[in-house]
């Protein structure tokens, strides 16, 4: 068992095997919960060290700010400003980009499905200002963001599925749950994450996994929880 949260508190937890510690001591199996999002040794670019010095704690939570849905829409923001500075869009469209005040993820993920929509807000600002080359840059922005996640996604839950030492047979995949808005509403960001984990696991090491969605996961795995004999 796999349990992994994407959401606006990242975390990622796994079944430790029975095993025996080097110096012979016997370990018995185990949740190990991983705290994910505090992990920090990842590459940073100018606009994650940027985002993050405007946050209320600065150098933590390193892998939640790059991932987590909570963040997404914030680095977002400070990336297409960032190419407004750098005249990578029309004149007026730039201009109209660098008076935003907020870029909820909700409207990234609305513009990636449908770009061309006016349903949400910065389609309706495209709609109005935006050449079809500022559609074309204002996409593969967004879309390398949500790129990214799904990427650091997969490596988290490949890292946690090798750990578990299981899924060697086929008949016995390692069960993969994942939780949160982000990851199941964000386009695409579900998809590219199973086929990363394809490979990374099932093509690269043999270990076969399901990924499957439970309803009401967390109260019922803290009711489990309670019940263990300890």
Do not use: W
């Amino acid at each position: 068992y796999i349990g992994f949260i994407l959401g606006t508190g990242l975390n990622s937890a796994y079944l430790q095997p029975e095993m025996t510690s080097p110096s012979g001591r016997k370990i018995e199996k185990q949740i190990i919960v991983c705290e994910a999002g505090g992990f920090s040794k990842i590459c940073l670019s100018d606009f994650d060290k940027a985002f993050d010095s405007k946050t209320m704690r600065p150098g933590t939570y390193i892998m939640e700010k790059n991932c987590s849905g909570a963040y997404l829409g914030p680095v977002s923001l400070e990336i297409l400003k960032a190419a407004a500075q750098e005249n990578i869009f029309s004149a007026k469209f730039a201009e109209k980009i660098l008076a935003l005040e907020a870029l909820p993820l909700i409207e990234v993920s609305g513009f990636l499905a449908g770009p061309y929509s006016r349903e949400n807000s910065l389609g309706a600002l495209c709609a109005e200002f935006a050449s079809e080359q500022d559609y074309e840059a204002i996409f593969e922005i967004l879309d390398a963001v949500v790129e990214r996640s799904a990427r650091y996604a997969a490596a988290m839950l490949a890292a946690a599925a090798i750990k578990t030492g299981c899924g060697k047979n086929p008949a016995r995949p390692v069960c993969i749950v994942c939780n949160g808005t982000t990851f199941y509403k964000t386009h695409k960001i579900k998809d590219r994450t199973a086929a990363l984990l394809e490979q990374a696991l099932f093509e690269s090491r043999g270990i076969s996994f399901e990924m499957v969605e439970v309803e009401n996961d967390i109260t019922l795995g803290s009711a489990i929880a309670g019940l263990i004999e300890r």
